[in-house]
């Protein structure tokens, strides 16, 4: 089958875990018979240069006509003194409500390869790690109405804010249950509902949805605490559904457990089949261009593509499973590195992955 890719590398290392990932998957077009047609367009500080905006119309217009969306990361230093409405990063934001990306999924897994890797006490780490963080994507802090003013107390005052809809939650909720209901059927809503309307809000919401599916227990953390059990006993947690804000900070965290935030893939989904798909890092402007970039997260964020934008199940698991035999034969970014494996880079981590596609 055909299949057309629209492809945003943007800035720092997104370039670079991109490109392996395309040669990922190339490779299993040519296994399984599939065309993928890539077009690349521009996002992020890359098209502030070229364009003079963070996201081009064109940019919105070939993601809307493609069969899925494959992003790298945008942002850096260079352009971090622009005014806020003019960042890289506004890009993104841009694309995820464009495209109604409400639903962004994030799972964060040990393998059993990169024990080692983690952090975690050794007893914590034997008993494996399996999360998904269900992150809203198109709403709250994020994309709530934000400004300054002139005059306050102390002089001028800057504002953001948080605010859900029923049907905003209502959405999201549902994802995270649907989402339970194939996995162990356990769901913790995060919220700081002692404190925040919105959050009241979305407890409530929650507590409705659970309604339609009595076979998942369900339960509620404040957000600080949801932190640090993270840390302290992350097998409590199956699908962890939260807001934007919270679902950011606590995934980068979750991230940590597997060993690295370049593990950790991520699928933006919206009501259609069409999804974004790209890995939870960013442009890491610290090692970017020095071939030092792990390009596993970026690589399994196409799986992820592969199996919920273009129903390709064996065709993901496939990359999957390159990927964990790599980690067995002892390869290792940088950042996953640990004592007896031997350190690759980015390119020699994406041909060592090819090289197990079969
Ligand atoms: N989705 C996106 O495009 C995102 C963009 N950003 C932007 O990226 C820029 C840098 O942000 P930071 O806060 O530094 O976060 P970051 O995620 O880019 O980097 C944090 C740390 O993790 C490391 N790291 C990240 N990805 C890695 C990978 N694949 N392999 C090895 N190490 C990796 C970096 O070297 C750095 O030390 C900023 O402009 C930020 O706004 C940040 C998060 C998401
Ligand atoms: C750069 C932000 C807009 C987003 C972010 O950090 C993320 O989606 O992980
Ligand atoms: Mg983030």
New binding site residues.
């Given amino acids: 089958m055909k299949f057309n890719i629209a492809t945003i590398p943007?800035?720092?290392?997104?370039p670079e875990?991109i490109e392996e990932t395309i040669l990922v998957l190339n490779k299993i077009g040519e296994i399984y018979g599939h065309e993928f047609s890539f077009q690349e367009v521009l996002a992020?500080?890359i098209a502030i240069d070229k364009t003079g905006k963070p996201l081009p119309e064109e940019t919105v217009e070939v993601c809307k006509n493609s069969d899925a969306v494959l992003?790298?990361?945008?942002?850096?230093?260079k352009?971090?003194t622009l005014p806020g409405d003019q960042?890289?990063?506004k890009a993104?934001l841009g694309l995820r409500g464009a495209l109604g990306l409400y639903a962004n999924l994030r799972p964060a897994v040990l393998y059993t390869a990169l024990k080692e890797a983690s952090p975690l006490r050794s007893d914590i780490v034997e008993q494996g790690i399996d999360i998904c963080v269900v992150r809203e994507l198109t709403g709250g802090i994020y994309f709530g109405e934000r400004g300054r003013k002139k005059e306050g107390k102390m002089g001028e005052e800057a504002y953001d804010t948080e605010a859900y809809s029923v049907g905003e939650v209502e959405r999201i909720a549902r994802t995270a249950f649907e989402i339970a209901m194939k996995r162990d059927k356990r769901v913790t809503s995060v919220d700081k509902a002692n404190i925040l309307e919105s959050s009241r809000l979305w407890r409530s919401v929650v507590v409705e949805v659970a309604k339609d599916y009595p076979e998942v227990a369900l339960d509620h953390m404040y957000v600080d605490n949801a932190a640090m059990q993270l840390i302290r006993y992350p097998q409590q947690f199956d699908v962890i559904v939260t807001s934007n804000m919270f679902g950011?900070i606590l995934s980068?965290e979750a991230s940590m457990l597997t060993g690295?935030?370049?593990m950790l893939p991520s699928a933006s989904l919206a009501e259609g089949n069409l999804g974004m798909y790209?890995?939870?890092?960013?442009?890491?402007?610290?090692?970017a261009g020095e071939n030092?970039?792990?390009?596993?997260?970026?690589i399994l964020s196409a799986a992820m593509m592969l199996r919920y934008s273009l129903q390709l199940d064996k065709e993901a698991q496939v990359i999957e499973e390159a990927v964990i035999k790599v980690l067995e034969k002892n390869y290792r970014?940088?950042?996953i590195m640990s004592k007896g494996m031997t350190l690759v880079g980015?390119q020699e981590m994406g041909k060592l992955i090819v090289g197990e596609l079969k």
């Fill in positions: 943007g800035d720092g290392i997104g875990v992020g500080g992003l790298g990361a945008v942002g850096g230093p352009w971090d960042r890289p990063e993104l950011d980068d690295s935030i370049g790209e890995p939870i890092h960013g442009s890491a402007p610290d090692i030092k970039a792990n390009p596993i997260a970026t970014t940088g950042d980015t």
